[in-house]
């Protein structure tokens, strides 16, 4: 059982999100951590199938019962990270949820 943790790539490199998850995978690595990355991106361009796919090759080092810290959000969009715990779950992954931001709570434009 490997324990893995989640990491944003793509952002501006001066961004508060990038910097903070960042640097918690770097203080994860020295705890044997394997990191699974996210790219930020546009998310509404990809088709169910796309997104499955880039989910699946983010996956792909996730084994049957691993752990994942999950660093919320990734800023793709709630669908995305809905799709991202959907996956993991059909592994048996035991989810722990490291919250760094609520974007509906920060602006008033995200509130679902």
């Not at 361009?45 to 994942?68: C, F, M, P, Q, W």
Request: proline share 4%; charged share 20%; hydrophobic share 35%.
């Amino acid at each position: 059982m490997k324990i893995n943790i989640t990491n944003i790539y793509g952002m501006y490199g001066q961004s508060t999100a990038l910097i903070a998850q960042n640097e918690t995978v770097k203080i994860a690595k020295k705890l044997d951590f394997h990191e699974l990355s996210f790219y930020f991106y546009n998310i509404y361009s990809d088709s169910e199938g796309e997104l499955n796919s880039r989910l699946d090759g983010v996956l792909a080092k996730l084994g049957y019962g691993d752990i994942v810290v999950y660093q919320s959000p990734t800023w793709n969009g709630r669908e995305y990270d809905q799709a991202f715990i959907r996956k993991c779950k059909i592994l048996n992954t035991k989810i722990i949820t490291f919250i760094h931001d609520v974007p509906p709570l920060m602006f008033p434009s995200n509130y679902y």
